[in-house]
């Protein structure tokens, strides 16, 4: 028996307490009566290489902009985070109205270019992304699995999804829109097979505009720059500012998308990140950590699980019975799942879905996010972070991702090779996944003994890790690729 166990569990439940005490307090439930709102200037963060300065929170375009309850207005809710500060602005394709109540709301606040009362000044300071669920930019019909979705005719593809963002948001909704709009971000939504990295990039190299289909990043390059690669853009429009991608479900895919992407062109990523995050096949510790090695934005969602860490099933929200209008709750204070994801290194912005706002601050959802999204990255320290993960583990036993592939452990390096030149034995291998701890380092072993430890770097492209072992230009010997985690777990993988 361990004598000292009673002063580790009492140390253990006041670390957890006040933990809980420090946000539910302001649960929106619990709020206490003239709670403030968040001092303005609201913080922002440097959005990887785009450089625009996002505001900590962002506002999702799902939840009440999407399947709007009744006595609920959700052109005030998109109103209020404006006139609060807030600077990222969320929508997609596949939102029902969101688009269009973004529109209405755009055109009150002097958004929309070529209404009376636009400023151009203001509609700079924001930043709106919307997206598309749709693979191909021109053909693809033989490849039904991997097309895609939208709330459009059918039959449609990229480029018009965002021409229809455009005409939703800026225009009249039937087609047109004005010159001088655009969008500041387009990301390829939901992301979740191979087949479908397959799909979009497909002609990227080197779009042919007489192939039969083209991928939809090769197209979103084209109204990106003003070009027309790909046939698809005869009018030369630059209706976009940058491109990016989405995903909820597995990092591995999610990663190939980044690593092949050769020009650049995916300077923005949207990914699901919580604190029950690593009992999953984890993102922080794989994919998060390749786009922030390429210093692309990145996105925070699901902070909630989309509503299953509290009253909500863990299941895909459909209708407005899904709209959690409570979050939060004693044992597990939103605000400190709030500040888990902004604290996660790499985040830029967490989008949060509103169910309803109010006049007084203790009642509202919105101010409730915005005043715990004001966090520095790397504020909280390991040691917190876990004890929100302890907390989280609690909501249904932590089977609340169910957007989330599931647990996988830390693998061996993949691929491994060994050929042989004039330099020595080169021995190449493509990155080992990380399991609920972060990649450490690699070791190379020879024979049974170690040659060489080699610090842990992200794979940002499909240019395999190397080893040239100068000492063997022999046919003999035998190599082994060992990847070791933060916890001295270890997988090898024999060449």
Wanted: charged residues 25%; contains cysteine.
């Amino acid at each position: 028996m361990d004598i000292n166990q009673p002063q580790k569990s009492r140390r253990r439940f006041l670390q957890t307490s006040a933990i809980v005490a420090a946000g539910a307090a302001f649960a929106p439930r619990l709020f206490a009566a003239g709670t403030p709102v968040s001092p303005a200037p609201l913080m922002k963060r440097t959005f990887g290489r785009i450089g625009f300065k996002v505001t900590t929170f962002g506002l999702g375009g799902q939840a009440s902009l999407q399947w709007t309850p009744e006595n609920t207005d959700p052109i005030a809710i998109i109103e209020k985070a404006y006139h609060m500060g807030v600077n990222y602005f969320d929508t997609s394709n596949v939102y029902g109205p969101s688009q269009v109540n973004y529109g209405k709301a755009f055109s009150r606040l002097g958004l929309v270019p070529g209404s009376p009362n636009y400023d151009a000044s203001k509609r700079k300071s924001i930043f709106l992304t919307s997206k598309t669920m749709l693979r191909f930019g021109k053909g693809g019909d033989d490849r039904k699995s991997v097309l895609g979705n939208s709330n459009g005719p059918a039959g449609s593809k990229a480029l018009d999804d965002v021409r229809r963002s455009l005409s939703q948001i800026f225009g009249d909704g039937a087609g047109n829109y004005p010159k001088e709009a655009w969008l500041d971000m387009v990301l390829i939504h939901n992301l979740n097979r191979m087949e479908e990295v397959d799909a979009l990039y497909e002609g990227y190299a080197n779009p042919d505009p007489n192939a039969p289909s083209i991928g939809a990043l090769a197209a979103l390059r084209d109204v990106r720059d003003g070009t027309n690669r790909t046939g698809l853009n005869p009018k030369n429009e630059k209706l976009i500012r940058h491109v990016g991608f989405s995903g909820h479900n597995d990092t591995a895919v999610m990663m190939e998308m980044i690593q092949r992407d050769s020009e650049d062109l995916l300077e923005g990523m949207l990914v699901a990140i919580n604190a029950n995050d690593k009992l999953y096949f984890n993102m922080q510790h794989n994919v998060i950590a390749v786009a922030a090695a390429k210093n692309m934005g990145i996105i925070a969602m699901k902070v909630f699980a989309d509503g299953a860490m509290y009253t909500k099933k863990a299941e895909w929200s459909r209708s407005v019975a899904h709209v959690v209008l409570e979050v939060g709750s004693n044992e597990l204070p939103a605000s400190q799942l709030i500040r888990y994801s902004l604290d996660t290194p790499g985040i830029h912005t967490a989008i949060i879905g509103i169910g309803k706002i109010n006049d007084d601050p203790a009642q509202c959802q919105l101010s409730y996010n915005l005043k715990h999204a004001q966090i520095r990255s790397g504020e909280l320290g390991e040691a917190q972070r876990k004890e929100i993960e302890s907390l989280a583990v609690r909501a249904k036993e932590g089977k609340t991702n169910y957007f989330q592939k599931a647990y996988q452990d830390l693998t061996p390096p993949r691929e491994v090779k060994m050929t042989r030149n004039e330099k020595g034995a080169v021995i190449s291998w493509h990155t080992a996944y990380a399991g609920d701890a972060a990649i450490d380092r690699y070791e190379i072993w020879k024979d049974g003994a170690k040659i060489a430890a080699i610090p842990f770097m992200p794979q940002t492209t499909k240019k395999p890790f190397e080893y040239v072992d100068k000492q063997q230009k022999a046919t003999t010997g035998s190599y082994v690729v060992k990847v070791i985690d933060k916890k001295d777990r270890i997988a090898e993988a024999m060449v």
